[in-house]
């Protein structure tokens, strides 16, 4: 019989001391995964943004208004994931990697083009992709840009911040002169926060890669065009400080980040705010493939059925709900081209695959509060026998809450369509997972599992008779 103690015992959890800027911040670095970027970039983006802020003089609410469009700029960055790969042939993660240094000078962009579409595809394949770039390029600019700030600012609204953030996020892309997407909104019309949040990023991204020098030459390069010129005269100012370029290199800006948000602004998260906040990340992590979609919120409602039947209280079941709705969080950090493949993935491309629960892991864990869910995203593909990933653990080492997760994820993975196969009967689901009881899920969790759905089954059956 397996062994069903838990690794580590439960103790209530204190939520009262999470500040919203800390929570956001953490979770942030997930986004930073989806764009391809090196950790920490929406973080030093709020850096850098928070300062020309403050060279601007903005008042406190400005400030906090713009503190958290910088970090949440990159909210809908899943959404045209997908899309990218299906359009360029291309990995999505290196393609927004790179093309967060292109301006829009043509020489440039057509380099982009060749030197990124269909490098691994067939020549026919790679022709007709890039003849369609060139085609209709503008409008496929649009499109992707559009998806995401769109996304952005709607999840920034179900994230309960106000209308100036949503729009801040909703018009990142827009240039100065006009020329930006989606919208083409010139010079003072796009909004102030938008401004600020497009100069921030792109100085983090030349400032990673090239250093100072190269950073400042960027945005001078861009003024007028790209950037406000009044935006810009403040980054001079604030670039002059030694300091500012010291922390923004150093490994504590994310502790420097946190102080700079207003003191008379600063947020608590409440137990139903960290309800709403789970729901919206588990939203970007499933928008990543449209094999994915609603992956997560069915997760957390089957283990919260489990858990359930199991007994748990429902204080517990609260908590196990957000764990599951956050367990793949780290598949922003793998590439459409081998989340969406249809076919058998290589050595390599597994290897990637496998990684997903390592990042959701290390993303969870820079929340002090969330280290139990780090624990189920990073343990959820380990097995009782000790033949999963990524760690090998075996049943004495996996906890009971990762263990219901587990035989959760792998429900509706075999019942929801994949990119190989069509979604199966839920009859067949089972014999397939009844066949794994003991090795890889655990007895317990998996009769829990049926006899949940045996009871909605009934619940069906009464309401139809």
Request: hydrophobic content about 40%; some cysteine.
């Amino acid at each position: 019989m397996t062994q069903l103690k838990t690794a580590t015992p439960w103790t209530s959890i204190d939520h009262e001391n999470i500040r919203l800027s800390e929570l956001l911040g953490a979770l942030s670095h997930a986004l930073d995964l989806t764009e391809g970027q090196p950790a920490g970039h929406c973080v030093r983006s709020c850096w850098i943004g928070i300062h020309v802020g403050r060279a601007m003089g903005l008042p406190d609410l400005q400030l906090w208004e713009l503190y958290y469009t910088i970090l949440l700029k990159d909210l809908g960055c899943s959404t045209n994931a997908a899309r990218i790969c299906q359009l360029y042939l291309a990995d999505d993660l290196s393609f927004k990697h790179d093309y967060k240094t292109v301006s829009d000078r043509l020489p440039q962009v057509l380099g982009f083009v060749f030197s990124h579409t269909g490098l691994k595809a067939g020549l026919a394949d790679r022709f007709r992709a890039i003849l369609n770039i060139m085609q209709n390029g503008g409008e496929i600019a649009r499109e992707l840009i559009e998806t995401r700030c769109q996304r952005g600012a709607e999840i920034a609204r179900q994230l309960h911040f106000p209308k100036a953030v949503c729009d801040g996020i909703l018009s990142l892309d827009e240039h100065w002169n006009g020329l930006g997407k989606p919208n083409q909104i010139a010079g003072p019309a796009i909004p102030l926060y938008s401004r600020i949040a497009l100069l921030s990023q792109i100085v983090d991204v030349f400032h990673r890669s090239a250093g100072r020098e190269a950073a400042l030459t960027e945005v001078r390069s861009r003024l007028g065009t790209w950037f406000d010129p009044h935006v810009v005269a403040c980054f001079e100012q604030v670039a002059e400080d030694e300091r500012f370029w010291e922390v923004l290199a150093s490994e504590t800006v994310e502790t420097e980040v946190f102080a700079l948000e207003p003191a008379r602004r600063q947020i608590l998260v409440d137990e139903d705010y960290l309800d709403d906040i789970a729901r919206a990340f588990a939203q970007i992590i499933d928008s990543k493939s449209p094999f994915t979609s609603g992956h997560s919120e069915r997760v957390a409602v089957y283990s919260d059925l489990i858990a359930e039947q199991m007994g748990f209280p429902v204080e517990r079941r609260r908590w196990l709900k957000r764990a599951a709705l956050l367990h793949d969080i780290g598949k922003l950090g793998v590439s459409n081209s081998i989340l969406d493949k249809n076919g058998k993935l290589d050595e390599a491309e597994w290897v990637a695959m496998r990684n997903h629960a390592t990042l959701s892991e290390n993303i969870l864990s820079r929340i002090e509060a969330f280290a139990e869910m780090a624990r189920i995203g990073g343990g959820h593909h380990e097995r009782l026998d000790g033949k999963g990933y990524p760690k090998g653990l075996d049943a004495t080492q996996i906890a009971v809450e990762t263990r219901i997760v587990s035989v959760a994820d792998v429900f509706d993975a075999l019942t929801a369509n994949r990119p190989y196969r069509d979604a199966m009967p839920i009859p067949k689901a089972l014999g397939i997972m009844r066949g794994e009881v003991g090795t890889s899920f655990d007895p317990d969790c998996f009769a829990a599992l049926e006899r949940s759905l045996d009871a909605l089954n009934t619940v069906a059956e009464l309401k139809a008779a």
